[in-house]
């Protein structure tokens, strides 16, 4: 599984010129599910993005000091089957690393579940529609992802 997490003051989602989902300061988060994808990943992810210290202090002397828990934030999530692109032949990106929508949906929702068991409020998208995706970046911060290398060591 991967999350492409960016902090910040505002996003939306739109769908047929309807917002499906909207927050103020908080993560937007794009998510992509792959074959493979299991529970754990699920709970990584979803571990790693309440509890990450992106935020500045209250003082404002350090820009990643606080959780989006901590400051009350919001999450908005969308489900992007573009994140397991393959690029490596030709001009036209292939999906077939991206789980098909018969398995991404259910885990999507899951996803949107175990984010809501944390208490933090959350927006959604709509999946597999067309959806435009309104944000102001606060930083710019934007974090990558990817519940395979939670067993990786770091290097040194």
Same mark, same amino acid.
């Given at each position: /599984?991967?999350?492409?997490? %960016?902090?910040?003051?505002?996003?939306?989602?739109?769908?047929? @010129?309807? +917002? =499906? @989902?909207? #927050?103020?300061?908080?993560? *937007?988060?794009?998510?992509? #599910? =792959?074959?493979?994808? !299991?529970?754990?990943?699920?709970? $990584?992810?979803?571990?790693?993005?309440?509890?990450?210290?992106?935020? &500045?202090?209250?003082?404002?002397?350090?820009?990643?000091?606080?959780?989006?828990?901590?400051?009350?934030?919001?999450?908005?999530?969308?489900? %992007?089957? =573009?994140? $397991?692109?393959? !690029?490596?032949?030709?001009?036209?990106?292939?999906? !077939?690393?991206?789980?098909? &929508?018969? *398995?991404?949906? &259910? *885990?999507?929702?899951?996803?949107?579940?175990?984010?809501?068991?944390?208490?933090?409020? +959350?927006?959604?998208? +709509?999946? @597999?529609?067309? /959806?435009?995706?309104?944000?102001?970046?606060?930083?710019? +911060?934007?974090?990558?992802?990817?519940? !395979?290398?939670?067993?990786?060591?770091?290097? @040194?």
């Amino acid at each position: /599984m991967k999350a492409v997490i %960016q902090r910040v003051n505002s996003a939306s989602v739109e769908v047929d @010129g309807e +917002v =499906t @989902g909207s #927050i103020d300061a908080g993560l *937007m988060l794009l998510i992509g #599910i =792959t074959h493979d994808d !299991t529970p754990d990943d699920i709970k $990584y992810i979803v571990d790693k993005v309440v509890n990450m210290r992106i935020f &500045p202090a209250e003082d404002g002397d350090s820009g990643f000091d606080r959780s989006v828990r901590d400051i009350n934030g919001s999450l908005l999530l969308v489900s %992007q089957f =573009t994140l $397991y692109a393959s !690029t490596r032949k030709g001009r036209r990106p292939g999906f !077939t690393d991206a789980a098909r &929508p018969e *398995m991404s949906e &259910p *885990m999507f929702d899951d996803v949107v579940e175990a984010f809501r068991a944390t208490g933090v409020p +959350v927006e959604t998208g +709509v999946f @597999g529609a067309m /959806m435009n995706v309104k944000l102001e970046n606060a930083g710019p +911060v934007t974090i990558i992802l990817d519940s !395979t290398e939670r067993n990786s060591p770091r290097r @040194g």
